[in-house]
């Protein structure tokens, strides 16, 4: 019996102690860490950051559809895996999480050695866009830790300019047993080098790894004899994109020029069908 009663002790004692290390691996992974602290020589705790970035600049906060207005920032550092903005004014602490950013523009330069960046962000389900105006300087130091932070093909420094497409109004889709596209919810498009995203306001709804998409097909859209009158602002064409493990289908008004744009990018082929097209078949 006393052996018994032993063993059911260190069950327990091991069963808390794997439980316990669960709870601790949570804390470590979802939750942000405790910053480290070091005292000054009147015993004050403060807060101690890895780096240094920039110690003035301007940035702008904003989204796909409306960017924010330009205010000064009086220091610019990372710290634990975020870049950490004290705005000049409030004196608050912005935080932006590295593994939450999506794409980084490329570097554009404006007078005075100032150069200009832009960084997509989504977190909690929201796109923002941050731009960051520093001196060219402390703009080196900054590409320096993106390049470590952030895989590749979300950077585009170095590379051509490229600007993103949208947001572009549109609508999700489908085909009715009749042929007649059906218009669903309405939402907007944001196309950038590597990824679709899909967008309700600010708030993420979809994305599409451009790189899945296999084949891209623009076609005029079928609908009811008085929809033009009832809907005269409804669009015209639907693209079908079709990736290695979905559909989709868009109505928006620049079907082509958004088709044509999708097939460079993921460079897969491109098919037309018109409205005469689809007559003669008939």
């Not at 260190?10 to 102690?17: E, F, K, R």
Request: aromatic content about 6%; hydrophobic content about 40%; charged content about 20%.
């Amino acid at each position: 019996m006393l052996e018994i009663g032993l063993l059911a002790l260190a069950t327990l004692a091991t069963g808390g102690l794997i439980a316990l290390a669960r709870t601790h691996w949570h804390q470590r992974h979802f939750h942000k860490p405790t910053p480290r602290q070091h005292s000054l020589d009147d015993g004050t705790l403060i807060r101690k950051s890895h780096a240094t970035i920039a110690h003035a600049g301007v940035y702008s906060f904003g989204t796909p559809a409306k960017g924010g207005e330009s205010r000064g920032f009086a220091q610019l550092r990372l710290e634990y895996g975020d870049l950490i903005l004290q705005d000049a004014r409030s004196k608050q602490l912005l935080y932006f999480p590295m593994m939450a950013i999506q794409w980084v523009s490329a570097i554009t330069l404006e007078p005075g050695d100032i150069s200009a960046i832009t960084l997509h962000i989504e977190r909690e389900g929201r796109w923002h866009l941050l731009t960051l105006r520093l001196p060219q300087m402390e703009m080196t130091v900054l590409v320096r830790v993106l390049r470590q932070a952030i895989h590749s093909a979300r950077i585009n420094i170095g590379n051509l300019s490229y600007k993103p497409i949208g947001p572009l109004s549109a609508y999700y889709a489908h085909q009715s047993l009749q042929g007649e596209t059906v218009l669903d919810q309405p939402v907007e498009l944001y196309l950038l080098p590597h990824l679709l995203v899909v967008l309700k306001g600010d708030r993420v709804q979809a994305k599409l790894d451009i790189s899945s998409v296999r084949r891209v097909l623009a076609v005029d859209r079928i609908h009811g004899v008085l929809d033009s009158v009832l809907k005269p602002n409804t669009p015209e064409g639907i693209v079908h994109l079709y990736s290695m493990s979905e559909t989709v289908s868009f109505a928006l008004a620049p079907f082509r020029d958004f088709a044509d744009e999708i097939g460079s990018l993921s460079r897969c082929p491109v098919e037309h069908v018109y409205r005469e097209d689809k007559a003669s078949k008939v």
